[in-house]
């Protein structure tokens, strides 16, 4: 089965999903049978699309895929698009791929850095800006922080949640009154955690000099 990782406007389109799947399966593809595939789709408007962005190639009136699938992860980006067999000996490579983000605001000087895999599934703060920004399914955790958050601002979000995580430069443990969502998020994120007398504490490493959180 082939996956696409970041896919784009184009190539997230469901007609794109399924012709590749379809060329996947089925070789020396005419015309006709593509359209007889998929009765309701202006195939003819969308081929030319994926022809002239070189994923579909065509010679002699027929189609074959044409993807530039990952041979290597030795220069791989976070957040490229990729296309990728998960019966590929690289498919298992690129599961054991970390990656290292930051995140900053304007309002201070706290910096937030995070441990990510490549498909962002790993809960952090930065994995679920990014996937709301780009309309990506949400992992059901991520489904859990959206429920509280939704398509929020992420520079107003993250003025709250550093604003709240550099109170614990002065003290080990918060009280937190009243019902904030920033504070259910940091929560949620595993940043801190609520202990028996209602209290927060931190639960990552903290750089008081740097002022840098780490969620590993």
Known sequence: ???????????????FMGLVAYLDQHSDVILREIKATFPDVPVDRFLEDYIKA?????????????LPFLESVDSLELDQQIFLREESPVY?????????????NQTNAAILVEKTDFARTKMTLSNYF?????????????????????????EY?????TTFLLKF????????KRRDIFVDSLVVLGYI???EDGKYELAIDFDKERLTFYLA
């Open 193 to 195: 955690v609520q202990n």
């Open 92 to 104: 298992q490579a690129l599961l054991e791929q970390s990656f290292e983000t930051k995140l900053g």
């Open 54 to 66: 070189g994923f579909i190639l065509r010679e002699n009136k027929r189609y074959y895929l044409n």
């Open 157 to 161: 979000a993250l003025k709250y949640m």
């Open 169 to 176: 430069l002065k003290k080990d443990q918060l009280m937190q």
């Open 1 to 15: 089965m082939i996956q696409i990782f970041n896919p784009s406007r184009l190539t997230r389109q469901p007609f």
């Open 130 to 154: 990014y996937k709301v920004k780009h309309q990506y399914p949400l992992t059901e955790k991520q489904q859990e922080l959206y429920d509280i958050l939704g398509d929020v601002n992420p």
